[in-house]
């Protein structure tokens, strides 16, 4: 088992940057690949951005591929989420997931959660 706590959201302008963070805790957690998801209101959650832990792979959506990188560091059990560029359609509750077995793109291959972080780009 993994906890997964979310942080960094907040209020900003289009056009402006924001870091997600997500703090694990619980279990060994090198061996678990990451994911970000975000989910607007009123709309299916959707995949951001992923990262192979060991592999150090990345792989994004194409809606923010440019504008965010995915990142680790494993000595603190954390990954982020930068985003830069950002448009009032970002404008999401943003969620951190882990999975063991390979990276996945759909929400269905992540077993563990965080809570959320609301992150609003005002317009």
């Known amino acids: 088992q993994v906890q997964l706590v979310e942080s960094g959201g907040g209020l900003v302008q289009a056009g402006g940057s924001l870091r997600l963070s997500c703090a694990a805790s619980?279990?060994?957690?090198?061996?678990?690949?990451m994911g970000w998801f975000r989910q607007a209101s009123g709309k299916e959650r959707e995949f951001v951005a992923a990262i192979s832990w060991r592999g150090g792979s990345t792989f994004y959506a194409d809606s923010v591929k440019g504008r965010y990188t995915i990142s680790r560091d494993n000595a603190k059990t954390t990954v982020y989420l930068q985003m830069n560029s950002l448009k009032p359609e970002d404008t999401a509750v943003y969620y951190c997931a882990a999975a063991r077995g390979g990276v996945a793109v759909s929400s269905n291959g992540y077993p563990y959660w965080g809570q959320g972080t609301q992150v609003t780009v005002a317009s």
């Open positions: 619980g279990d060994t957690f090198s061996s678990y690949d």
